[in-house]
């Protein structure tokens, strides 16, 4: 009885098994197709159903297939108007194919065109990321004409800001001291308004100056492909006074424009003051940046810096340096007595980062807190040696 029950489940088991394979095989005939279409892509699957909609009496006219923004704001957001016509005596049938970009954007309306009738592809072209000079983007509008399958729209123009500079910012690397510099630094308005400028404000009046005066384009500006599309140009000239401390330097200037959308336009003067007589080396010092320290975690002590500064003179034995001034005042620091090496007299200066220094990102100039040492000589051609610093102390 047992076993006459077991044979009878197990031919049932069998059964089932063959039964449902069979099932499966008829379904994926029958689905064979949609199956086969799930794994296309839709650019091929587009296609596809293109090739096989396409109707003779369908007639796609475009008069318009490039637009040129001309100037635009590098923020901007610019969008423009096609028109597809259907000249022919079938409907016509439009989609949107591909574009260049993920920036660029395309809706058509109506996507089926009857005889006589428009259709309107709006383009709208969003770039974040914009670079300043020219640009050109564009997308494929499929079409049941099989005279005209593809139709490529495209927009193109010039990014710019309102105000462009050149060059971005002024920098002199050498200026020997108690010598005075000039450097010039021209700005270009791209707006219908002239450019003018109201104000300038900068730190250290005793050493720089700067004046300004409206100027026409240069042939070389009329060559520039961007530069020779602007409607104004302001020329400033900055002059760097005498008597600058020796080392590196950083001037930030900001200056009052007209034009709503650019108010104000700010800009770096940056060099190095050098003397005969006064050098600086060491570790981790460079002549444009000064001092940089590795990055530093509040409670740990940083590695300490050892700056090297010497004197050359006939009476190099003579030669004194002393430490005026230290911003912020809890950097450590510490000046060696002097040693004799032939005509130079040489000094080292110790700088710390102590381990209960506060957190913040320290700089000489721009964004951050200001940081810099001031050493004071009895030599008259280098009276006072600034040396910029850079760390971070991190929480």
């Known amino acids: 009885m047992l076993r006459t029950l077991l044979t009878v489940v197990m031919v049932s088991c069998v059964f089932g098994i063959l039964l449902g394979l069979g099932i499966a095989h008829s379904l994926l005939a029958v689905n064979a197709w949609q199956l086969e279409s799930e794994t296309q892509s839709y650019e091929k699957l587009a296609q596809t159903a293109f090739a096989q909609a396409t109707n003779p009496n369908a007639k796609a006219v475009v008069k318009e297939t490039v637009h040129n923004f001309g100037i635009m704001d590098a923020k901007a ?18 989609a949107v194919d591909r574009t260049s970009c993920s920036c660029l954007g395309i809706d058509i309306t109506p996507s089926r065109v009857p005889p006589g009738g428009a259709a309107k592809c709006h383009l709208k072209y969003t770039a974040e990321q914009a670079i300043i000079g020219k640009f050109s983007q564009g997308g494929i509008v499929r079409t049941n ?9 495209k927009v193109e123009g010039v990014f710019t800001n309102p105000v462009v500079m050149r060059p971005h910012g ?19 308005g791209f707006e219908n308004e002239p450019l003018q400028f109201s104000a300038a404000t900068w730190e250290n009046r005793e ?11 240069t042939e070389s500006d009329k060559a520039d492909s961007l530069l020779s599309l602007a409607k104004s140009v302001v020329e400033g000239t900055v002059t760097i006074k005498p008597g600058m401390p020796a080392g590196s330097f950083q001037e930030q200037f900001q200056v009052r424009t007209n034009f709503p959308s650019h108010t104000n336009v700010s800009f770096l003067v940056s060099g190095q003051i050098v003397s005969g007589n006064v050098s600086i080396s060491g570790q981790g010092y460079n002549n444009q940046t000064g001092v ?19 004197i050359r003179e006939l009476e190099a034995h003579s030669a004194t340096v002393q430490i005026r001034e230290v911003e912020p005042a809890w950097i450590r620091t510490e000046l060696s007595p002097p ?7 040489m000094f080292t200066l110790t700088i710390e980062i102590p381990e209960d220094a506060p957190t913040g990102n ?34």
Not at 82 to 91: E, L, P, Q
Not at 170 to 188: C, D, E, K, L, Q
Not at 366 to 381: F, K, M, P, Q, V
């Open 207 to 217: 050493y720089f100056e700067f004046h300004w005066e409206t100027v026409e384009l």
């Open 362 to 395: 320290y700089v000489f100039s721009g964004d951050g807190l200001r940081a810099y040492i001031l050493l004071e000589t009895n030599d008259e051609t280098t009276p006072v040696v600034r040396i910029p610093l850079q760390f971070v102390v991190r929480q």
């Open 170 to 188: 002024v920098n002199v690397p050498r200026i020997a001291s108690g010598v005075t510099r000039t450097a010039t630094i021209r700005f270009y």
């Open 77 to 94: 957001v610019g969008s423009h108007d096609f028109s597809i016509h259907n000249a022919g005596t079938a409907d016509l049938i439009l």
């Open 292 to 310: 940089q320290f590795e990055p530093t975690e509040r409670g740990r002590k940083g590695i300490p810096r050892e700056i090297s500064i010497q």
């Open 145 to 153: 004409d099989p005279d005209n399958q593809e139709i490529q729209l």
């Open 339 to 345: 040693r004799d090496v032939g005509p130079l007299r």
